[in-house]
């Protein structure tokens, strides 16, 4: 089956940085998504993977490692208003998404 | 970035009545709408993928005359929640794609159904 797994819950202080790992196995793979979600609200887009390395954009940065099936989001500088979930989502062959159950990041002062 | 407009925003219905959830593609032509389901705490699960034209294609477990898909143009997209008991109280969100397969999927606002 297919599956993507992320921590389910992560604590940060404020100004630290904080990564957040996400594993999958898909039957085939045509790119990674990272989404935040604040409570109550849809999800937005951050990031998109499709070749090995590391995406740089603004505090956040997210890497692909395709032979290992893992990538992670790097959030620097944190602030308060980072608080939210974020979403590991991969496009399988038939291009659906499969989405990971999230990983609720909170920040503390 | 590519504008998806959900609504309404949150609905209250009586139990045994029906709901209408519109979505649409304000910019785009999106020829894949998705429709997601999220109760409080977990992940976004994907209920049916509907394509333009043509019927949509429902997850397993989810009852098709119950919830109604209907795409009948590249930028509107409704589902239709027939029958409505409270189980069926839940957090609905589209999302719309154009064709391509890197492209990313735009989120509606989402929409808040509480059924009573």
């Known amino acids: 089956g297919q599956n993507i797994d992320q921590p389910t819950e992560m604590t940060a202080t404020e100004g630290a940085i904080v990564q957040i790992n996400c594993t999958y196995q898909?039957?085939?793979?045509?790119?990674l998504f990272w989404y935040q979600q604040h409570a109550g609200e849809a999800p937005t887009f951050l990031s998109y993977?499709?070749l090995d390395g590391l995406e740089e954009k603004g505090r956040f940065s997210s890497f692909l490692s395709r032979s290992k099936g893992y990538s992670y989001l790097l959030l620097k500088e944190l602030q308060m208003k980072d608080s939210a979930s974020y979403l590991c989502?991969?496009?399988?062959?038939?291009?659906?998404?499969?989405w990971g159950a999230g990983t609720k990041l909170i920040i503390k002062p | 970035g590519a504008v998806v407009s959900q609504h309404p925003s949150r609905v209250i219905c009586k139990s045994g009545t029906s709901v209408k959830i519109e979505c649409r593609s304000l910019?785009?032509?999106?020829?894949?709408m998705f429709w997601y389901r999220q109760f409080p705490k977990q992940s976004l699960m994907l209920m049916a993928t509907?394509?333009?034209?043509?019927?949509?294609?429902?997850e397993q477990g989810v009852e098709k005359d119950k919830f109604l898909i209907n795409h009948a143009s590249l930028t509107l997209s409704t589902l239709t929640v027939t029958s409505a008991h409270p189980e069926d109280s839940s957090f609905y969100i589209c999302?719309?794609?154009?064709?391509?397969?890197?492209?990313?999927?735009?989120f509606g606002q989402g929409t808040r159904l509480t059924v009573v």
């Open positions: 999302s719309a794609s154009e064709a391509g397969f890197h492209t990313e999927a735009f």
């Open positions: 910019d785009f032509q999106a020829t894949t």
């Open positions: 509907s394509n333009e034209g043509s019927k949509a294609t429902y």
């Open positions: 898909t039957s085939g793979f045509n790119g």
């Open positions: 993977n499709v």
């Open positions: 989502a991969v496009k399988d062959s038939n291009y659906q998404l499969i």
